[in-house]
């Protein structure tokens, strides 16, 4: 069965601050997809980014990067010089490509990240 | 832009009554789902249709049917609301390969 990790409920920087968040996974499947979600005070859940598990390189989108590594089960999202409005919970999640109708995604439990000015 | 709608914001109905939550997406997906989000518990997969008519049972199922009669609209119905039942509501699409899901704003539901 699949699982997603997210050991960190909450974190408070100070703007400006790098931040990471910590995500790691299982899964028995060698083909599968990884998620970043981000959800507002506002409750909507805004897709960042979806990593597959043949693609290690790492992504750089403005002030946000994510780090995969196939070796440690981890796929890490790093927010550069945080800004107030970064404040939200993050989720990260996991789908495996078993093929069929079956392209559920399964969530990690989310980090709530507050940047206070 | 990808759009998925859901009718209600807030809702409040009382136990025993039939609820109806609708979500519509424009983005012609072939794959729905609805979820319930309630802190501690993060998101938690109730339904998904990846076809017009066809439905699979999500990890919390019970008390719940849904129906999925058109490609773009997929309603969530609780027969019998009840308590345990108030909660954030999700809905979701995407398309059929395992591509990232839409999610709509969220329907918070209180059952009194």
Known sequence: AQKVTQAQTEISVVEKEDVTLDCVYETRDTTYYLFWYK???SGELVFLIRRNSFDEQNE?????????QKSTSSFNFTITASQV????VYFCALSEAGGGSNYKLTFGKGTLLTVNP | DVKVTQSSRYLV????EKV????????DHENMFWYRQDPGLGLRLIYFSYDVKMKEKGDIPEG???????KERFSLI?????TNQTSMYLCASSQ???????FGPGTRLTVT
């Not at chain 2, 109806?20 to 983005?27: G, H, K, N, P, S």
């Not at chain 2, 719940?64 to 058109?70: F, G, P, T, W």
Request: charged share 25%.
């Open chain 1, 39 to 41: 959800q507002p005070p």
């Open chain 1, 60 to 68: 750089i989108s403005g002030r946000y990067s994510w780090n995969f």
């Open chain 1, 85 to 88: 409005v970064d404040s939200a």
């Open chain 2, 13 to 16: 109905k009382r136990t025993g």
């Open chain 2, 20 to 27: 109806f939550l609708e979500c519509v997406q424009d983005m």
């Open chain 2, 64 to 70: 719940y049917s849904v129906s999925r009669e058109k």
């Open chain 2, 78 to 82: 609780l027969e019998s609301a009840s």
């Open chain 2, 96 to 102: 059929q390969k395992p591509y990232e899901q839409y």
